[in-house]
């Protein structure tokens, strides 16, 4: 089945951490995006690529970076830099040339401890 | 800067009884339009989606109506079930397929 994965289900980072994000399709999507949603919030935008090797700031990219090396691949790291890093954090995946939607992962949960 | 809007932001409604879940969307230019459900800790599911040279569209127990005059669109649940309970989000498609999402409605189904 295809479909978009995204590990670890539940992350604790400790203050000063970097920790990365896996997402992984295998939808053969052209475009990746990540969002982060607070409790009882909507979705923000950390970042998106439309194609690989190539990558764009969303609404709330401070704090965070991402890498597309491959088109499977989006993983998001979110730096020390970002100070309220606990939230539910999206990936989504799409066609990219036509509005057909995006698909999304399951979702991790970061949390500061 | 524009962005989609929901006027409610949890719905209450008993079983059997048909869900209207409404959006305001500012962005003359937007030409697709998704709804999504979303239940506690999981991602965002498709329900039904419309492009903006459509003013309804069909599915199954649901129905998206866009109204371009006064940019508004609303997401129909015929016979709301238990199963049903979720919060919903509109997403509107600006430039480049890129979405931007509303704020989400809480949908409560009563026994």
């Known amino acids: 089945d295809g479909g978009i994965t995204q590990s670890p289900k539940y992350l604790f980072r400790k203050e000063g951490q970097n920790v990365t994000l896996s997402c992984e399709q295998n939808l053969n999507h052209d475009a990746m995006y990540w969002y982060r949603q607070d409790p009882g919030q909507g979705l923000r935008l950390i970042y998106y690529s439309q194609i690989v090797n190539d990558f764009q700031k969303g609404d709330i990219a401070e704090g965070y970076s991402v890498s597309r090396e491959k088109k499977e691949s989006f993983p998001l790291t979110v730096t020390s830099a970002q100070k309220n890093p606990t939230a539910f954090y999206l990936c989504?995946?799409?066609?990219?040339?036509?509005?057909?939607?995006?698909?999304f992962g399951s979702g991790t949960r970061l949390t500061v401890v | 800067g524009e962005s989609v809007g929901l006027h409610l932001p949890t719905l209450s409604v008993q079983e059997g009884d048909n869900s209207i879940i409404n959006c305001a969307y500012s962005n003359s230019a937007s030409d697709y339009f998704i709804w999504y459900k979303q239940e506690s800790g999981k991602g965002p599911q498709f329900i039904i989606d419309i492009r903006s040279n459509m003013d309804k569209r069909q599915g199954q127990r649901v129905t998206v109506l866009l109204n371009k005059t006064v940019k508004h669109l609303s997401l129909q649940i015929a016979a709301t079930q238990p199963g049903d309970s979720a919060v919903y989000f509109c997403?509107?498609?600006?430039?480049?397929?890129?979405?931007?999402f509303g704020g989400g409605t809480r949908v409560l189904v009563k026994p």
């Open positions: 997403a509107e498609n600006m430039a480049g397929n890129k979405l931007t």
């Open positions: 989504a995946s799409s066609i990219g040339r036509i509005n057909y939607g995006y698909t």
